[in-house]
């Protein structure tokens, strides 16, 4: 008996995520995720989605480092040469980051392609590179794992800095200021990261540009990483040799930047002072390249602050539930009056239903609390005349949560709300 050959769809079906994205081909997978160009059905726009499996992140405890990831490309979200991050969508089983697209791919491809560049355009590169990483580290955030891997193209050929899940944020630094986790690449590590050392993150970041400059300019790096100990040693002792075609002020700042003691290495804001990196910066070849004056960075933050911060209030970016926890009850309202307004009505509020009231020294800050649960309100002016205040539960047990406090509180708070956030979902 004949059976008709199965034959395959004249158009394979299309993957539609969350009714938003059809998902198109794979760009690349890395450790724990798998990230696919797709299409916005709503915009047709392209965009990069980045899938992560919650399972096996679990497992391997990436939870932080996914969040850091997010949490610090979110606030960093207004630099040029940053990969922007444009929504975060999860499910029971899965996270989706939805990215900017880097048509371009990665830079680490583009040399193994043409083994080395040309000085103009390696150094168009790296001023991109420094002004991402000045603006980061304005902002106290310091990458540590800056590699060609992680800097991307667009398909003008501007470079886009990603992969920030080794970044270090401001709150995981300990008392003195210092970092301590080692992490990174080793060819692109700093030798005090390496010696588990307490270490500045910036100055970190300033060593693996040296070691990103080398290897735009050689096709290779100064370091070659396959005996650790060795490497190391090399390190410590400067003992790497500049292939001759670097020019004199190439092998000047590399050689700044290499400098195994953190202290007296050169800053990647020094760097930006010298002859070398300013040259072509006024007419660039290559794009949007130009590294931020302070100026211009300072009006990119002022003029974007609201829509950055009113994105921050929606609840694509509520990072709370992106694993499965129990949440504590949490709201936000936006105030019809000042900051000092809002602490105020709160201390009245509090004292009226019976709560121990404490201003925290912020003066922004106030802690209601009773029995073992504590409320707590901030407020914060996001521009001027826009208030926005965040009320959320910081201590006490489930029961006494659903205790009346809360709605106590809310109604009592009406008066001076003009409207409240994610109230459906979070309270
Ligand atoms: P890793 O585990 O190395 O951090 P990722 O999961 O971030 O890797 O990325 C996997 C691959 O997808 C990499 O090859 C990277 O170049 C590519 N990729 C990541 N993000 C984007 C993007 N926004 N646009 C284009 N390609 C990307």
């Known amino acids: 008996m004949d059976f008709p050959t199965p034959q395959p769809p004249a158009n394979p079906p299309t993957t539609i995520l969350l009714d938003k994205y059809e998902l198109g081909r794979l760009l690349g997978s890395g450790s724990f995720a798998k990230v ?25 405890g990436m939870e932080p480092r996914i ?17 922007k991050i444009h929504e975060v969508m999860a499910t029971k089983t899965k996270i989706y980051l939805v990215m900017e697209l880097a048509a371009g791919g990665e830079i680490f491809t583009k040399i193994l392609r043409s083994g080395r560049l040309q000085e103009p355009e390696a ?3 790296f001023q991109q590179l420094a002004s991402a990483l000045t603006f980061c580290h304005r902002e106290g955030i310091s990458h540590r794992d800056v590699k060609p891997e992680n800097l991307l193209l667009d398909k003008e050929g501007n470079l886009k800095v990603s992969d920030f899940g080794l970044s270090a944020l401001p709150e995981n630094r300990t008392s003195n200021g210092m970092l301590h986790t080692a992490c990174g690449t080793p060819a692109y590590t700093a030798p005090e990261v390496i010696a588990q050392r307490d270490y500045d993150g910036v100055k970190a970041d300033s060593w693996s540009c040296g070691v990103l400059l080398f290897f735009l300019l050689a096709g290779y790096t100064p370091f070659d990483d396959s005996h650790f100990v060795i490497m190391y040693r090399k390190m410590q002792g400067r003992d790497y040799k500049f292939p001759r075609w670097f020019s004199k002020q190439a092998r000047f700042i590399i050689y700044r930047l290499l400098d195994p003691n953190p202290a007296t290495r050169m800053s990647i804001e020094d760097v930006s002072e010298t002859k070398w990196f300013k040259k072509g910066l006024e007419v660039s070849e290559f794009g949007s390249s130009v590294l931020d004056s302070d100026e211009r960075l300072g009006r990119m933050r002022s003029d974007t602050i609201t829509a950055f911060d009113l994105i921050s209030l929606s609840s694509a970016w509520d990072l709370s539930g992106l694993f499965e926890r129990r949440e504590r009850k949490r709201t936000r309202f936006t105030a019809r009056v000042s900051v000092e307004g809002v602490v105020e009505k709160v201390k009245t509020v509090g004292e009226k239903l019976g709560f121990r009231v404490d201003e925290k020294s912020e003066a922004r800050v106030v802690g209601l609390s009773k029995g073992r649960m504590m409320v707590m309100v901030e407020a914060v002016e996001l521009v001027e005349g826009l208030v ?3 009320m959320k539960v910081v201590e006490g047990v489930e029961e006494e949560e659903d205790e009346s406090y809360w709605s106590e509180i809310v109604v009592e708070l009406e008066e001076i709300v003009f409207a409240w956030h994610n109230e459906a979902t979070l309270q």
């Open 123 to 125: 150094r168009c590169y």
């Open 36 to 60: 696919h160009v797709a299409r916005s059905i709503e915009t047709n726009q392209l965009v990069a989605i980045k899938t992560i499996d919650k399972k096996r992140t679990a497992k391997a």
């Open 388 to 390: 926005v205040a965040e």
């Open 67 to 83: 969040i850091r990831e997010i949490e610090a490309m979110r606030r960093l979200h207004h630099h040029p040469n940053i990969l």
